[in-house]
């Protein structure tokens, strides 16, 4: 598994690239020019201006198809982020050394949840891969009485609607690491996202203001096929937003478990 920093790190190469993109089309025509007015007029230059006029000028996408593409492939690589984190903050108990430390309602949660794996034997999801022999015998490991506890990172699957937080941080409660919204609101990498200062109540605020909004864009866009809320404002605004929100995050969920689990 990829530790909690480097998982941040990967989505944030996302965000890079998605920015990068959304530069490319606001100075398309700009590009454009700058092209046209270095050809030559000789014959191979003649040649090279068919190719890029049929393969780069002439291919033209319409904003909000464009945007709205970018926009479902922000929210997938979210998803993942927040869905990769909880199962390296569940890798990260498995090693504990001291297991005694591991709260009991989250080995509640997970031996309900592997259970709830183990039943789709005869049906498996087509969109998980998982391996019911580790799964068994990582359960048989926390009731054989040798003090071992192995989590099964797959019972993530389970925590519905993760784009909204709530569910996330309702996961994150079975660590017993105290972490409710009002801590990440006052992470010093999200409130450097403010230019102004405010308060507390304002950065949650935006914290459940943007995640509903993303959530509601992303299925507005799921059955619709497009949503008019995604211009290329709203998408570099929740850009940034992201950036900040998880910049602070990564670090408060890795700095908590080390704090808690003696790491």
Known sequence: MASIDTIKINFHSVI??????????????????????????????RYHKGVIDDKFIKIKFSSDIYY?????????????????????????????????LIPEKLKRMNTKFSGSLLTTLDKKPS?????????????????????????NKEIVFYVKGILKLES????????????????????????????ERNRESERVLEIENKHNSIFRIRNN???????????KEKLIEVLNFLEAFTNGLSKLIDNSIKLKYSE
């Open 16 to 45: 890079s690239e998605i920015r990068g993109c959304v530069d490319y089309y606001s100075n398309k025509g700009e590009v454009t020019n700058a092209i046209k007015s270095s050809l030559r007029t000789d014959e191979g230059a």
């Open 68 to 100: 709205n593409s970018f926009f479902v492939l922000l929210c997938a690589s979210y998803e993942n982020f927040l869905t990769e984190t909880l199962k390296e903050s569940l890798n990260r108990l498995s090693v504990c050394k001291n297991k005694s």
């Open 127 to 151: 969109h998980l891969r998982i391996d019911y022999n580790e799964i068994i015998e990582n359960l048989n490991k926390g009731i054989d009485g040798k003090g071992e506890y192995q989590f």
């Open 168 to 195: 996330f941080i309702d996961f994150l409660d079975k660590f017993d690491l105290e972490l409710k919204i009002e801590k990440f609101a006052n992470t010093e990498e999200f409130k450097s996202y403010f230019e």
């Open 221 to 231: 866009i799921a059955h619709n096929g497009r949503s008019a809320d995604v211009t």
